[in-house]
């Protein structure tokens, strides 16, 4: 794999030092564009019912692949299997042309674990086309680091399988132009897998820009029923923020979660095993409607708005009106150099400090209504909570 380029230190910039490049890598992006036209070939060859039978078939059963198993399984540990259907989880993952899972998993937990701010490798807040599809593309995310998924990258066959992520989608080309000729491939496999891309796209983008929100996370996420029917129940994404290990992620009866109803029908018959619930002394705290202060929308609103504010006071110092000969006494021209140096930098160092201060406490308000919010929470109970959030 390739590994993450780094922009040069400018010694003028020290806040530049050491930050990874993030443009789009256009060449290697190639592929990918490719596969989008691929399926406008089927208007001139013969499609019939059996191909779009086949493209639903394989639509359903790597989403699944990619949320019980990408997304649940190696990015949560939410439940445990052996390591044949491990291998095979994952081997049935790599078809969907979404990378390796150690890959895979490795950039979710980073979602998790820096949700929403700087170092969120897919945020919505650094625009819609990055936290969809411009990440994947860029050059800073292309390498895996096994640090962030020790616990998997133990395993031989799947470092291996990382190695040659190829060898799924490529069987299952063959196998879909074998069984329904070039409709078979076009449409079953080339107009599937870009459905299934951006389905899956969607709960990084979309889920945290529209929906409702339930409870109260450092993060925008939130729960959506269109996508839930469109990612098989990834769409209740506040809920996983809330609580990422639990294994069900809709909580209520009338949260569509298919994916959660196939594991339990594999832990019936002993495929899967230890599947998380969301413990019932969670569901009812750090609600927004109870009076849990949302951090996590705060932060949002208040860093857009700083952001403009700041573009608005840079852009004033750039461009300072002149002032009249007589408004102003007369200043030496190299104490005036001396003076001017920090005064256009003084009012965004001092936006950026109240912006931090801000911030720090809201983050204590937050944590207190938290804490608070029942009388009846106890310290065991918070240790738990944290539990259950761990990655």
């Avoid at 081997?91 to 969907?96: H, L, M, P, V």
């Avoid at 899972?101 to 979602?111: D, K, N, Q, V």
Wanted: proline letters at 5%; a neutral charge; hydrophobic letters at 45%.
């Amino acid at each position: 794999m390739n590994s993450a380029l780094t922009e040069p230190t400018d010694p003028s910039n020290p806040t530049g030092a050491d930050r990874s490049v993030d443009r789009t890598d256009w060449v290697a992006a190639i592929p990918f564009f490719a596969v989008h036209v691929a399926p406008l070939a089927a208007f001139f060859v013969v499609v019939t019912w059996q191909d779009w039978v086949l493209c639903a078939v394989l639509y359903l059963t790597r989403m699944f692949c990619i949320t019980a198993g990408y997304h649940r399984y190696f990015s949560h540990r939410s439940y445990r299997m052996g390591r044949v259907a491990q291998f095979l989880m994952a081997f049935g993952g790599t078809t969907a042309l979404q990378k390796g899972p150690l890959w895979w998993a490795g950039h979710h937990r980073l979602h998790h674990r820096f949700s929403d701010q700087d170092d969120d490798v897919h945020s919505p807040r650094d625009g819609f086309w990055w936290s969809h599809v411009g990440w994947i593309l860029s050059t800073k995310y292309k390498s895996t680091d096994l640090s962030t998924i020790k616990d998997f990258a133990s395993f031989p066959e799947l470092r291996l399988l990382e190695r040659f992520q190829w060898v799924g989608p490529w069987m299952l080309a063959i196998a879909c132009l074998l069984i329904g000729g070039w409709g078979g491939l076009l449409i079953g496999f080339f107009l599937s897998t870009v459905l299934l891309w951006h389905g899956t796209f969607l709960v990084n983008s979309m889920a945290h820009l529209v929906g409702r929100r339930r409870y109260a996370t450092p993060d925008t996420s939130r729960n959506s029923m269109i996508i839930a029917v469109i990612t098989g129940g990834e769409g209740w994404h506040n809920n996983h923020h809330y609580l990422p290990a639990s294994c069900r992620q809709g909580f209520t009866w009338w949260e569509y979660d298919p994916t959660w109803y196939v594991l339990r029908g594999l832990a019936a018959i002993r495929v899967v095993r230890d599947l998380k619930d969301p413990p019932a002394r969670l569901l009812d705290q750090a609600r927004v409607r109870d009076g849990a202060f949302d951090i996590g929308m705060f932060r949002s609103y208040w860093e857009r708005a700083a952001k403009v504010t700041g573009e608005r006071i840079a852009d004033l110092s750039a461009r300072p009106m002149a002032p009249s000969a007589e408004a102003l006494p007369r200043i030496e021209p190299a104490a005036a150099e001396d003076a001017g140096a920090d005064v256009p930098n003084e009012p965004l160092s001092t936006l950026s400090g109240l912006i931090s201060r801000v911030l720090e406490s809201a983050d204590q308000l937050a944590a207190s209504t938290r804490r608070t919010r029942k009388g009846s929470v106890v310290a065991s109970t918070e240790s738990e909570a944290t539990d259950q959030r761990a990655e």
